[in-house]
């Protein structure tokens, strides 16, 4: 019995020692992605006003390299928000008829234009449309991220989203498929867990597949990391019953 007992204890002290590893990390993280958009913004719009007779090239680069920074910016506060209305429990879902082939064409069509130069975005879409029960934005929002995750580690290639109905009829698997770097076996099976990132030089907190699983799963489906490893792709793929459940 006191074995027992000791052996919890010491699990109980390695949980909370690696939280407050884990929580420093995000720290020292959050601060450096939030500072670098910031500087990156602040930066190049004094630029824009302190140089009124710079050339059309050259401010093109400016209001790009701005946007670009605001939308990584909005991003991180909004995966902030969301994590925290996991925590507290308080994440809403709106649950209705939704029409695969215009869910994938909306997520498509609003990325199409946002792929780096030597990246290709393609839509794979089954002749027999399907039509499930869940949240569309909360969907949309998941593809979201694994397409922005997809950019940030493929420099040329291509990034496939399609869908399929599963084999027995009962729900339907969407696929973000990319030829980009891979990730390592070692850390496939962290990828999903809290302030993880599989590169520690890429923007972002970790957040991103954190809450695409807790959406998936409060969905009643399931995400799946295929990859064989550094240098080969990744595959994530979302299983989404034709029946969410209520949320």
Do not use: W
Not at 125 to 142: A, F, G, Q, S, W
Request: aromatic share 6%.
């Amino acid at each position: 019995k006191f074995k027992d007992q000791e052996r919890i204890l010491i699990e109980a002290r390695q949980k909370a020692e690696e939280a407050d590893r884990m929580k420093s990390a995000f720290v020292a993280n959050m601060s450096h992605d939030i500072r670098t958009p910031l500087n990156a913004i602040v930066g190049f719009s004094n630029l824009l006003v302190e140089e009124p007779n710079i050339d059309a090239e050259e401010k093109s680069m400016c209001i790009n390299t701005i946007n670009t920074n605001t939308q990584h910016l909005l991003k991180l506060i909004n995966d902030i928000l969301d994590l925290s209305r996991i925590e507290a429990g308080s994440m809403k879902y709106s649950l209705k008829e939704c029409n695969m082939h215009d869910l994938l064409r909306e997520v498509y069509n609003t990325h199409k234009l946002l792929m780096p130069e030597d990246v290709d975005l393609k839509l794979f879409l089954p002749e027999k449309n399907m039509t499930i029960v869940t949240d569309y934005h909360r969907i949309v929002e998941v593809l979201t991220n694994l397409i922005s995750n997809s950019i940030k580690f493929t420099e040329h290639g291509v990034i496939s989203l399609g869908y399929n109905e599963d084999s027995d009829g009962q729900g339907v698997s969407i696929y973000v498929k990319d030829s980009g770097k891979g990730i390592p076996l070692d850390k496939q099976k962290k990828v999903f867990d809290r302030f993880t990132k599989v590169d520690e030089y890429t923007q972002g907190a970790g957040l991103g597949l954190v809450i695409c699983k807790h959406i998936v799963d409060s969905l009643g489906g399931s995400i799946n990391l295929e990859s064989e490893g550094e240098g080969k792709g990744a595959c994530f793929t979302i299983h989404l019953p034709n029946q969410s459940p209520k949320v």
